[in-house]
Nanobody, 124 residues
Framework: QVQLVESGGGLVQAGASLRLSCAAS????????IGWFRQAPGKERVFVAA????????YYADSVKGRFTISRDNAKNTVYLQMNSLKPEDTAVYYC?????????????????WGAGTQVTVSS
């Protein structure tokens, strides 16, 4: 069992940066792939980025590639999503999720545990 808590969301202007954090409980966090997803109003939850348990493998959605960076600190049981050059279309609730086995994947159904989400709003 693992519990995930996201933080760092907020209201910013286009072009600004935010860093989201995903803090996890549980001794086996360091063995899990962690993904970030987002869900805009009236839309499906979609993949944003993911990082392998060791941090050596990362994967990004095309829409955020070059602007967002995912990283992790297993000693702190935390995964980060650095978001730069934010755009209004990045507005969504951002969720982190843990995948307890296997490598990096992009499917919502591939992940076993989810946080409650943090709101990111980017104004134009």
């Amino acid at each position: 069992q693992v519990q995930l808590v996201e933080s760092g969301g907020g209201l910013v202007q286009a072009g600004a940066s935010l860093r989201l954090s995903c803090a996890a409980s549980g001794r086996t966090f360091s063995s899990y792939t962690i993904g970030w997803f987002r869900q805009a109003p009236g839309k499906e939850r979609v993949f944003v980025a993911a990082i392998s348990w060791s941090g050596t493998s990362t994967y990004y959605a095309d829409s955020v590639k070059g602007r967002f960076t995912i990283s992790r600190d297993n000693a702190k049981n935390t995964v980060y999503l650095q978001m730069n050059s934010l755009k209004p279309e990045d507005t969504a609730v951002y969720y982190c999720a843990a995948k307890t086995w296997g490598g990096v994947r992009v499917g919502v159904n591939e992940y076993d545990y989810w946080g409650a989400g943090t709101q990111v709003t980017v104004s134009s």
